[in-house]
């Protein structure tokens, strides 16, 4: 498996890196985002912890391309904040319009030049979804009709299998959100997209955990990854990415 590290924007003020993790001709092709808001800590560690784990050999595809922007928005993350403006209504609504900020422009385009079949934006949010069908914390997201929703019943259900506390069952929402990257990536490139909420109000480390499992669950589920073994963030703890 062949991991390899790019820049997003070089040069610019918003420029970050990214990573891609190949192994073989051919396979599965999916795209993992995080940081898109710069203050969601634990999805940005989780999507930098996933690309140690390739660093080391120690999560290793069977076959495809897996490409991971860990953290999206450094501006944002630098001052850790959210974002001005809010990137992700920033995305391309239609085929025929453009993404309204150069930095979401990039990100579209890195997509659609790999054509992900898969595509995971990752985030938090308040609240708990068991307790409170209005929020978002502990859901994970995906458009109306998009192909992923079965898949995202079942990773669903095998997460609440594994999570003892029912106040943090995750729970689907299906709701479309123009300008957002799950919706342009549904939208645009027929991706199955999923946006993955974990709730701030729990522990960070749990948090980083879940957005850990979620992710290796979908990479099993695109037929990326054989092995029914999940990393977790304690497994890799004090390595650095490079
Ligand atoms: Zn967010």
């Known amino acids: 498996m062949r991991v390899t590290k790019h820049m997003l924007g ?9 990573y891609i993790a190949t192994e073989g001709q ?15 800590m634990a999805s940005i560690r989780a999507a930098e912890k996933l690309v140690e784990l390739l660093n080391q050999q120690k999560l290793r595809l069977s076959q495809g391309k897996l ?3 860990p953290i999206v928005n450094q501006v944002a993350y630098r001052k850790r904040i959210r974002g001005v403006p809010d990137l992700n209504r920033t995305f391309p609504r239609t085929k ?23 595509y995971l934006d990752l985030h938090e949010a308040n609240g708990l979804s068991q307790k409170d069908a209005k ?3 502990q859901t994970l997201i995906t458009n109306s009709g998009n192909p992923a929703v079965p898949t995202v019943h079942r990773i669903i259900k095998r997460m609440n299998c594994s999570i003892k506390v029912k106040d943090q069952y995750f729970n689907i929402r299906l709701r479309e ?3 957002s990257s799950r919706t342009a990536a549904a939208r645009i490139l027929g991706a199955r997209s999923v946006t993955v909420e974990t709730g701030w109000s729990l522990p960070k480390k749990v948090r980083i955990n879940y957005q850990m499992q979620i992710v ?18 304690a497994q890799v703890r004090g390595v650095g990415v490079t």
């Open 135 to 137: 929020v978002l914390g």
């Open 67 to 69: 490409m991971i922007i």
């Open 177 to 179: 959100l123009p300008g």
């Open 26 to 40: 051919g396979g599965p092709h999916v795209m993992v985002v995080a940081g898109i808001h710069g203050k969601e």
């Open 96 to 118: 025929k319009k453009a993404a309204t900020q150069p930095l979401a422009a990039a990100v579209f385009e890195l997509a659609r030049k790999h054509r992900p079949e898969w």
């Open 10 to 18: 070089k040069g610019s003020p918003w420029a970050t890196p990214y």
């Open 216 to 233: 290796q669950h979908f990479l099993r589920e695109a037929g990326m990854m054989k092995t029914n073994e999940v990393y977790l963030s």
